[in-house]
């Protein structure tokens, strides 16, 4: 569903090239052969922490073989992210290498955020009764309420994920004003 674009490496390359220049990153090689790569972009502040994060653009390892090929990647990047005191580490892979997905589950990582794409032909079945509109500054009550039961979920079971949001109401309120 993406566009023919981002199959083709001239597109890709400056985003690697321009993430390389921040951040370390590994290529895995058997002979001369590349059969794996991983950069990480630091994030100053997620979740309260400083962080390390390899988009699904930035890693990739050849399918067949790719759980032996992150775990090397990993045990040579990890402790780089963490001297550079990055303590929480997060990467984003493709849906289809399952292998991939199990390997960093066994090397302790959790799935917090599943991204999906589509097609925009209509979706079948009956259309919901609801009416979508911008919130407003009137709404920040509601949208703080909404978004406090939402932070209280993600920081319970299993997630556990410490995050606390900002007053909705002044971060409508600069929206509104930019």
Request: hydrophobic share 45%; glycine share 6%.
């Amino acid at each position: 569903m993406l566009p023919p674009r981002y199959e083709r490496s001239e597109n890709i390359l400056p985003l690697l090239q321009e993430l390389a220049r921040e951040s370390p990153g590994v290529a895995a090689l058997r002979g001369s052969r590349l059969v794996g790569f991983m950069q990480a972009l630091v994030i100053a502040e997620l979740m309260g922490r400083r962080s390390a994060y390899s988009p699904v653009t930035a890693n990739a390892a050849e399918p067949q073989e790719s759980r032996c090929i992150y775990e090397e990647m990993y045990a040579h990047l990890s402790p780089q992210w963490l001297s550079d005191g990055c303590f929480t580490h997060l990467v984003s892979l493709l849906a289809d290498d399952r292998q991939a997905m199990e390997t960093w589950h066994w090397l302790g990582f959790g799935l917090i955020n599943i991204d999906a794409i589509r097609d925009l032909t209509p979706v079948a079945g009956e259309a919901a009764y609801v009416k979508v509109r911008q919130a407003g500054l009137p709404d920040a009550r509601i949208v703080s309420a909404l978004g406090h039961l939402l932070e209280r979920h993600v920081a319970s079971t299993p997630t556990y994920w410490l995050n606390d949001l900002e007053d909705f109401g002044e971060w409508m309120q600069r929206l509104i004003v930019l």
